[in-house]
């Protein structure tokens, strides 16, 4: 048996290594379900992509006369078509996905698949190029808040070492808030990614996209939108979930006699 451990006159029941190990494995377990729903998040886009295939033409013409209208020919962007590029992404080649390169200036898309993609790409080069007030900043922050949400994984996964009332560390802080942190770490992708989109449908009414297809490109890229910030928020939920197996498995346990 464990030797106790008395804080402020209360006594405390020691947690085993057979408790954290316990603890390890339900909260991955329960992380793990928090993210089951994260393959279905982006099947509405795929979907909605699929549909508004038969309109590229339409969308073609739109997406390279608003990249004449926008401004960003001069900033050096370019198209880079993604199915004549030897070894790209075979989801950037087949059109299910297309992408801005801030580094190389460069949107990588397949034009003769999915030009309505490219508005919305446009917009991310117009963060990235032509932004004031630091929304150029929130697409630099993705990879940080992606390590960071990650990070608080394995915050999440310490055990509690510490009774309930004991004078909390700047880590116990963290861990006791891991989850929130996750999330708000993840949200300026969302918040670009909404920007970028709002850009891409005002370029595309520039450039005189019909109505309708105006409409279904601001279906399309709130479905997208969707994803991202049903990544955030599973991410978040996740991490949460973690937290709160582990508080109960690994923190001391008042002992009343």
């Known amino acids: 048996m464990t030797s106790p451990i008395y ?18 494995l339900l909260a991955t377990a329960a992380s793990g379900a928090v993210l089951a729903p994260l393959p279905w998040l982006g099947m509405p886009f795929q979907k909605q992509l699929i549909k508004e295939m038969p309109n590229n033409r339409e969308y073609k013409d739109a997406f390279f006369k608003a990249l004449d209208i926008s401004g960003l020919k001069e900033k050096g962007v370019n198209i880079v078509e993604a199915q004549k590029v030897l070894g790209a992404p075979p989801e950037y080649a087949l059109g299910r996905n297309a992408c801005y390169i801030p580094s190389a200036k460069q949107v990588l898309i397949n034009t003769d698949k999915i030009s309505c993609a490219g508005l ?24 940080a808040g992606y390590a960071i ?30 989850g929130k942190i996750a999330f708000w770490a993840m949200l300026p ?14 370029l595309a009414k520039k450039a ?22 049903g990544r955030a928020v599973l991410g978040g939920l996740a991490v949460y979930a973690s937290r709160k197996v582990m508080d109960y498995f690994t923190r001391p346990k008042e002992i009343n006699y």
């Open 7 to 24: 804080y402020n006159g209360q006594e405390y029941e020691r947690r085993t290594s057979n408790d954290s190990l316990k603890g390890y």
């Open 120 to 143: 919305h790409e446009l917009g991310h080069a117009m963060n990235d190029l032509m932004s004031k007030y630091g929304v150029k900043y929130l697409a630099k922050m993705r990879g």
């Open 149 to 178: 949400a990650g990070l608080m994984e394995y915050f999440a996964i310490f055990s509690r070492t510490k009774p309930k009332g004991a004078p909390r560390s700047f880590t116990d802080v963290i861990e006791d808030n891991c």
């Open 189 to 202: 992708v969302v918040i670009e990614e909404a920007i970028a989109s709002y850009r891409g449908i005002k």
């Open 208 to 229: 005189g996209l019909a109505e309708p297809l105006v409409k279904n490109m601001k279906k399309l890229l709130g479905k997208a939108l969707l994803t991202y910030g």
